[in-house]
């Protein structure tokens, strides 16, 4: 049985996610390079979602365990 990196598709198909991959990076990069305080805003609202979901889960579990 070959290994699949001596197949030169795979190695073609590696290629082409990696460089789907670097463009979809940099597409972000450049969408977000003028605008370093929608960043802060998105981190903070994520943010404020997962403490929410914490605060629920762990509600959730103190009155199933009291």
Same mark, same amino acid.
């Given at each position: ?6 197949? %030169?598709?795979?190695?073609?198909? =590696?290629?082409?996610?990696?460089? !789907? ?6 597409? #972000? ?6 605008? %370093?305080?929608?960043?802060?805003? =998105?981190?903070?609202?994520?943010? !404020? ?6 605060? #629920? ?10």
């Amino acid at each position: 049985m070959k290994h699949l990196e001596s197949i %030169p598709q795979y190695q073609e198909a =590696l290629d082409r996610l990696n460089k !789907a991959k670097r463009e979809e990076y940099r597409f #972000i990069a450049g969408r977000y390079k003028h605008e %370093p305080v929608d960043i802060f805003v =998105l981190a903070m609202g994520w943010w !404020a979602i997962g403490v929410l979901c914490g605060l #629920i889960v762990a509600g959730i579990i103190a009155g199933i365990t009291y």
